[in-house]
């Protein structure tokens, strides 16, 4: 099922506008064209039901956090992954893709951090820590160890706002929706070394679909 996500409101009523106001003026060919404008972004804010929302994912896969286009995976780039050892998968997302953003890893989110900045575009590397985003940093206590997975939402040249449902302390599942951003952004997700990734650099991935990581030991669906 697909449903629209309840920030479109004010975004669409802004884009009738003009449509409105040829219709008033009596110019209805204009407003027909004009009237897909607010369709086109309502179809932005658009939220299909993906693989968590039918069932749970076994605690040691790691999924997409969002639609898009891989456009890196590596060690940690410096200046971009949080400080330690870290693997890094990033993906751009288009105006075309869906902008609903969901948690690659479930357990207790220890942080989650908003940090204001600039809006440069989303593929470069300096938007990784110079454009507005907030940083989310996800525990799982598996077989008596401690899993963390940090991963960052961040807006790009046409996306003005980041947003996060999800707050410190939260209990979130693997795939479960947190946020959006909007209009053409980017995600990047930070793993410890021994988890196996499985995704590379110009593939697509879908959120909560796409396998992108995997702790090598057996586990069990939770």
């Given at each position: 099922m697909v449903t629209i996500d309840r920030e479109a409101a004010p975004a669409t009523a802004v884009a009738a506008v003009p449509a409105l106001v040829a219709a008033l003026a009596g110019r209805r060919g204009t407003a027909l064209l004009l009237g897909a404008v607010p369709a086109a972004v309502a179809?932005?804010?658009?939220?299909?039901?993906r693989r968590p929302d039918r069932g749970s994912i076994d605690v040691d896969t790691v999924v997409s956090p969002a639609d898009g286009k891989v456009m890196y995976v590596?060690?940690?780039?410096e200046g971009v992954a949080p400080?330690?050892?870290?693997?890094?998968?990033?993906i751009f997302l288009s105006a075309f893709d869906v902008h609903i953003n969901r948690a690659p890893y479930g357990g207790?989110?220890?942080?989650?951090?908003?940090?204001?900045?600039?809006w440069?575009?989303?593929?470069?590397?300096?938007?990784?820590?110079l454009n507005?985003?907030?940083d989310l940093v996800v525990e799982r206590v598996v077989n008596g160890r401690t899993r963390t997975v940090h991963f960052r939402q961040i807006v790009g040249l046409m996306a003005r706002r980041v947003v996060t449902r999800?707050?410190?302390?939260?209990?979130?599942?693997?795939?479960?929706?947190?946020?959006?951003?909007?209009?053409?952004?980017?995600m990047d997700v930070f793993v410890p070394t021994e988890v196996g990734?499985?995704?590379h650099a110009g593939q697509r991935v879908v959120a909560g679909e796409t396998v992108i990581g995997r702790w090598p030991s057996a586990g069990v669906a939770t």
């Open positions: 179809l932005f804010f658009r939220d299909p039901d590596g060690p940690g780039q400080e330690g050892e870290w693997q890094q998968i990033s207790t989110l220890r942080e989650v951090t908003y940090k204001p900045g600039r440069l575009a989303a593929y470069t590397h300096e938007s990784a820590h507005e985003r907030t999800v707050a410190a302390g939260d209990e979130i599942t693997t795939g479960q929706r947190i946020g959006l951003m909007k209009f053409g952004s980017r990734l499985l995704v």
